[in-house]
C-alpha cells in the first residue's frame, strides 16, 4: 500500500514539473486522426503521434551520486495501440534504454550521420539511445505495444523520494553464492553525452538483464555511486536492502536504489524471475558485470 502511495504522488509531482513534450515525446493519449501517413523507413518525418501515451513514472536527482548536477534519471511508460505513432524525436542531452514489455513496435532511426535503420523490436528485446541518435516508432502490429523506458532527463527542480527511512530488523548479506544469469544489454559513455563535465570521464549508463532461477539469490551490491531503477519484468521476487523491510515486488514494479544502500534480491517462488536493471556507474563496476559492493 505504502509503495502504491508513494508512486501515485511521485507521478503527481513529476506530471507538475513539466510536459514531456520538452523531449518530443507527448505526454498522454493523443487519438487525433493522422494528417499524413508515414511508413517505417521513410526518414525525416513529420507526422503527429497518434494513438500513443506516456506517462512518466518516477524520477530521483543522481547529481550526488554521480555529479551530474541539474539532471535526473527518469523511468517511464510508453504504450502503443495497432497503428499507433511516437513522433520523431531527437535524444540530444537524454540518453535512454527502452525495454519492450508486449507486441512489438517499428523504430526507424538515425544515429549521428550512419544510414537510416529499420528494425522492428519484439518482446524482451531492447533498445539504446545515445544523443546522437533521432528516431520514431510506429506499431504496424494488431495488437498493442508497451516499452519502459529509463532516460537521463535535464530537470532544474526534480522531484525527490526519499522513500525509506531504516529498518528494524538486522540487514543479513546473502548467505550463499549468487546463480544468476546477468546479460549485458546496452552501455552508454557518459563522458560522450557530456563531454563538458570532467566527472563523467569514467562514468557508464548501462542496461542488463538478471534472470534468477527458483530458490535463487543475487550478489550483494551496494548503491554508492551506483544509483539504479530494477524493473521486474517477470516473477514475484523480494527485495532486501539496508535501508528497508524486505519486499515482495510484482511484475510491472520497480525499485530505486540510491545514497549507500546495500541490496540483493532472491527468488523464494518455484518460477523463474526477471530484473531488468539500468545503473549509472564507474567504468570499473561496469566492466566487472555490475556487481559494486563499494561501501
Given amino acids: 500500500m505504502l509503495r502504491s502511495i508513494l508512486r501515485g504522488l511521485l507521478v503527481v509531482l513529476i506530471a507538475g514539473a513539466g510536459d514531456i513534450g520538452a523531449s518530443g515525446l507527448s505526454l498522454g493519449a493523443d487519438r487525433s486522426p493522422p494528417a499524413q501517413e508515414c511508413k517505417p523507413g521513410d526518414f525525416p518525418v513529420t507526422c503527429p503521434a497518434f494513438d500513443d501515451y506516456n506517462q512518466a513514472t518516477a524520477q530521483f536527482d543522481i547529481a550526488k551520486a554521480i555529479n551530474l548536477p541539474g539532471r535526473v534519471a527518469r523511468i517511464h511508460y510508453s504504450v502503443l495501440a495497432p497503428g499507433g505513432v511516437i513522433n520523431q524525436h531527437s535524444h540530444k542531452n537524454r540518453p535512454c534504454f527502452e525495454y519492450m514489455l508486449e507486441g512489438e513496435a517499428v523504430e526507424t532511426k538515425q544515429d549521428g550521420t550512419n544510414p537510416v535503420v529499420v528494425r522492428t523490436v519484439k518482446k524482451d528485446e531492447v533498445e539504446m539511445e545515445p544523443s546522437s541518435v533521432v528516431h520514431w516508432w510506429k506499431n504496424q502490429s494488431s495488437k498493442t505495444a508497451r516499452m519502459i523506458a529509463v532516460d537521463i532527463f535535464e530537470d532544474p527542480k526534480p522531484a525527490i523520494c526519499n522513500c525509506y527511512t531504516g529498518r528494524g530488523s538486522a540487514f543479513t548479506p546473502p548467505a550463499k553464492a549468487s546463480n544468476a544469469k546477468i546479460e549485458k544489454l ?26 534468477l532461477p527458483p530458490g535463487q539469490v543475487t550478489a ?70 555490475g556487481v559494486s559492493t563499494k561501501k
Fill in 186 to 211: 546496452g552501455e552508454i559513455s557518459l563522458a560522450t553525452e557530456y563531454p563538458g563535465n570532467p566527472a563523467m570521464a569514467n562514468y557508464v549508463m548501462t542496461s542488463r538483464r538478471i534472470t
Fill in 220 to 289: 550483494l551490491e551496494n548503491s554508492n555511486g551506483r544509483p539504479s531503477y530494477t524493473y521486474v519484468v517477470k516473477g514475484n521476487p523480494v527485495e532486501n536492502r539496508s535501508d528497508k523491510e524486505p519486499s515482495v515486488l510484482r511484475p510491472e514494479e520497480f525499485s530505486i536504489t540510491d545514497g549507500n544502500t546495500s541490496y540483493f534480491w532472491q527468488n523464494p517462488t518455484s518460477e523463474t524471475v526477471v530484473l531488468w536493471v539500468v545503473a549509472f556507474e564507474h567504468k570499473a563496476t561496469a566492466a566487472s558485470g
